[in-house]
């Protein structure tokens, strides 16, 4: 793979210098290409997408374009730069929205976001709240977009229910022998079985609305303003598609009100920040503005708890299949970070009653703020 050979497959400005590893995502390959021409260096974000998780480029990138052309006029008209706060693609030199190399493998191009960073732990409450503005944000602007017109491309992607069930099947076949070592973690989910279909029976009754979503806000998949530490830019667009504005909610609080990083060993150390819960919350529950429903706004805690236990199911499931779906970098890497969000979900239970009086109160203030305006 002559990744300067493939990076010069596409419409970039000048000649391609060198190409990086970048980032830190669990799934795609991402390198950083840095291009010089007269008027300048430009750097380009290539990645090699995961075609084990992606089997379908064209529907992926097909949502993508027609995501990102949706939001671009929008923020410009906000007086915002859709060129910094939203990604575009780049196309190849033929046009096309990616490229296939000779292996098979898809590649795609956007433009590097320059002078932000992707944290994965927030380093303070307020860029944590300003996440949440910007997630929130993300699903008010897309309010009018046609999710009918998104093709799924992950199929019961959070579907809690699915994911438990995948775990059942994986323990029952435990292809790489490890069922039996993690047996503390197969009665956690067990014991939690029956809270699973909170949200797919919701969808389901309609009491709460399906919306387009990002569906994986995990802190690094928003940049950062590097000096203003504001949140700029949502990334990572592989997995918008219609769902719930709890897993949105649900995902990022996961990532964001942990003390400790995804694969932290020690579990003494991961708990539950709820100086940040409280920050991020208004942040979301603000980008939103008056788009939350009463319903949606009930189960803002519950889409947390699920989100953070259907994440550790995940891990977990991947582990007792022998490691074939996340980046792992050590034989144990998906077991350390199924034991990180098993602890979460314990301590967010723990918190339950503060989070929802957190919720209630933010959406008073929200509510009576509204009535200010209009009277
Ligand atoms: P994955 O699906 O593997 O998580 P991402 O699209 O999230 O891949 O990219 C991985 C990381 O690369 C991000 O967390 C971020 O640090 C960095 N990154 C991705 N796209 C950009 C961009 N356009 N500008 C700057 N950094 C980016
Ligand atoms: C993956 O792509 P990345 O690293 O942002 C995963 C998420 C998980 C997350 C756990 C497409 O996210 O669903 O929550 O890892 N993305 C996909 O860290 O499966
Ligand atoms: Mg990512």
């Not at 992926?60 to 949706?70: D, H, S």
């Not at 503005?133 to 093709?151: N, P, Q, T, V, Y």
């Not at 709820?274 to 979301?284: H, Q, S």
């Not at 603000?286 to 805690?301: A, F, H, Q, S, V």
């Amino acid at each position: 793979m002559d990744l300067m050979q493939i990076s010069g497959q596409f419409s970039v400005s000048g000649d391609c210098l060198e190409v990086k590893p970048f980032g830190n995502g669990h799934i795609n390959d991402t390198y950083a290409v840095t291009c010089a021409s007269e008027g300048g260096v430009r750097r380009y974000i290539l990645q090699k997408l995961n075609s084990r998780v992606f089997p379908h480029p064209t529907a992926l990138m097909n949502n993508f374009a027609a995501v990102t052309a949706y939001l671009r006029p929008i923020i410009k008209k906000e007086g915002g730069d859709p060129d910094r706060e939203c990604l575009k693609v780049i196309p190849t030199v033929q046009g096309a929205a990616y490229y296939v190399d000779g292996e098979g493998e898809v590649w795609r191009m956007t433009q590097l976001i320059e002078n932000t960073d992707a944290y994965l732990v927030a380093e303070s409450s307020a860029m944590f709240e300003d996440a949440g503005r910007a997630f929130g944000l993300f699903i008010k602007r897309l309010e009018g977009f046609d999710a009918a017109s998104l093709i799924e491309v992950i199929p019961d992607f959070h579907n809690t229910v699915k994911r438990y069930e995948n775990l059942e099947k994986a323990v029952a076949a435990d292809k790489a022998g490890r069922a039996s070592g993690v047996k503390d973690l197969i009665d956690f989910a067990r014991a939690r079985k029956d809270k699973t279909g909170v949200i797919v029976s919701a969808l389901k009754e309609g009491s709460i609305p399906l919306r387009v979503t990002h569906n994986d806000t995990k802190l690094n998949n928003v940049l950062i303003d590097t000096a203003t530490q504001k949140a700029i830019c949502v990334i990572d667009l592989d997995t918008v598609m219609p769902g719930s504005l709890l897993y949105d909610f649900g995902d990022a609080i996961r990532v964001g009100c942990s003390t400790a990083e995804e694969d932290e060993k020690d579990l003494s150390k991961v708990n539950f920040d709820r100086e940040k819960f409280v920050a991020f919350t208004r942040g979301f529950m603000r980008g939103l503005g008056d788009n939350l429903t009463i319903n949606e706004e009930k189960l803002l805690p519950t889409g947390a708890i699920l989100m953070t236990f259907e994440c550790g199911m995940r891990f977990l499931t991947d582990y007792l299949e022998g490691d074939v779906y996340f980046k792992t970098a050590y034989p144990e890497h998906n077991l350390v970070r199924c034991r990180t969000q098993f602890k979460l979900v314990e301590e967010m239970e723990k918190s339950l009653d503060f989070m929802q009086k957190t919720v209630d109160d933010i959406y008073f203030d929200i509510l009576k703020g509204n009535k200010q305006k209009e009277a």
